[in-house]
Every structure is written in structure tokens, then in C-alpha cells.
């Protein structure tokens, strides 16, 4: 069965955490499957990058996260993580790197 476009950016987003890892950052990543015994709205991706911790749901455009996923990633945000839903690498990189952390949680 063909890969859908998010799940081929998913995979993207794995290659480019590993890379990380392979380069010296200090990141570990899981990405978290949904099922049964989830929680629903549970966010794509934990990325934990020099000790701070990152929610991330992955869309692919004109997709946009449910009011149910934006309530999940307030909650992690509430909390103390950092979170945003991204559309591609440059915005995983926004998110881990840059000011788009709590910023990218607008669906576009």
C-alpha cells in the first residue's frame, strides 16, 4: 500500500531526528502510535532536545489538527513542554530551533 503524504513526512521527520542524533545533539524521539489503549488527540511525536521536552503533531496541507489534537497539545503546553504542529521539515526545525514553538499550534 502506497505511503500517504503525512506518513511520508513522519518518516522525513524521523530521518532528520536521527541525523541529530548522529550529529552530537543531545535528542531522543519517540513517535507515538495511536490505539485502543491511547489517549485520543495524542500528539505525533515526544522529542526530548537538551532536556526540554516537544509535542509535535505532523499535517500535511490543507489538513489541519482537530479541535480535539489542538486541546492535547495545550494541555502538554500548559504543563511545561513545548508544542506545535508542523507541515514540514523547516517547521519541525521552527519548533526544535527556532520561535515557532507555542507559535505553531495555528493551523494554517
Not at 63 to 70: C, F, G, S, V
Not at 84 to 94: F, I, M, Q, T
Request: glycine fraction near 8%; aromatic fraction near 6%.
Amino acid at each position: 500500500m502506497p505511503k500517504t503524504p503525512e506518513s511520508r513526512l513522519r518518516d522525513a521527520i524521523k530521518v532528520h531526528l536521527e541525523a541529530l542524533q548522529k550529529s552530537g545533539c543531545r535528542v531522543k524521539y519517540l513517535k507515538i502510535h495511536g490505539g485502543p489503549m491511547m489517549e485520543s488527540g495524542t500528539p505525533d511525536f515526544l522529542v526530548v532536545l537538551d532536556g526540554r521536552a516537544y509535542f509535535i503533531e505532523v499535517k500535511v496541507s490543507p489538513n489541519k489538527p482537530t479541535p480535539l489534537q489542538l486541546k492535547r497539545l495545550e494541555e502538554w503546553r500548559t504543563s511545561g513542554a513545548r508544542v506545535g504542529v508542523v507541515y514540514s521539515l523547516d517547521d519541525v526545525a521552527k519548533v526544535l530551533f527556532g520561535n515557532g514553538a507555542d507559535n505553531a499550534t495555528t493551523p494554517r
